[in-house]
């Protein structure tokens, strides 16, 4: 019966239908946040105690599937976010409102990254990428500070609501890196206020140009912000997708290579284990042969 459950629990009918039980289950999450339903009706609310029940069957055949060592379930992270999110959802005494409740069934959609292979390798190697992404980050803080402190410095004055202190210099930076209306800024900041102000947030500026700094400031910020740090990220992202890829590729070929050199049957196994024992015997024979002489 264990087996039986094990091999419906790993097959690929039953991921699929999993699968698509979770789509059901975004879909009936976003009906259930739109504005224009005023309240649940009751075929909404049988679907959603159905499909509540439905994820609950599937983690109970898993545990069962670990059967006599359920707790091997939770090995693996991937089933403990399932569990943490089926969870969420039968809490007792949670009224249909409930924020955890619906962070619950938010929830669900995500659990098709535990479904398909493709997104679990993808995710995989974004957390194995993190030491090094953390590294490009702090390259990328070090460059914002001290762009930070140069746009306080050179214009301040002219551009407070910009550049008025710190903190506004890496928000507006922020959108600069993100080239989002940063020729504008430039100019305001090249031609001075009083004569380029499109867009100043603040008032109280003191006209300041700085025609040679302004340029030389937002286009090397760019330059080395947007064309080679984000860049940088981009690579370490895809190096350690193509690494989790080529891992999981070795990891199948080494499956692969196992399932073929391993007896495929019980008739190869007891034959292979009548050959030895047909040698042991051949040389007892010769052994006894040898004693007698």
Known sequence: ????????????????LVLILIVISSIAVAIEVDPAVDELTPQLVRIRTLITALFVIEIGLKLLAHWPRPWRFF?????????????????????ATAPVLRLGRMLRALRMITILPELRLIVSALMNSLPRVSYVGLLLFLHFFVYSVLGVTLFGKNDPGHFGSLLRAALTLFSVITLEGWVELMYTQMLGSAEHASNLPMTGALS???????????????????????????????????????????????????????????????????????GILDEVKELRQSVNK
């Open 208 to 278: 300041h140009a700085e025609p040679l700094w302004a340029p030389l400031f937002f286009v090397t910020f760019i330059l080395l912000g947007t064309m080679i740090i984000m860049n940088l990220f981009v690579g370490v992202i895809v190096n350690g997708i193509q690494e989790a890829s080529d891992e999981n590729k070795l990891t199948l070929a080494d499956r692969e290579r196992a399932n073929q050199t391993a007896p495929n049957s019980s008739t190869e196994r007891l034959a292979s284990l009548e050959e030895k024992l047909s």
């Open 75 to 95: 090995y693996d992270p991937w089933h403990i976010f399932d569990f943490v999110v089926v969870v969420l959802c039968v809490i007792p005494g949670m009224v």
């Open 1 to 16: 019966m264990i087996v039986r459950i094990k091999q419906l629990v790993e097959s690929k009918t039953f991921q699929y």
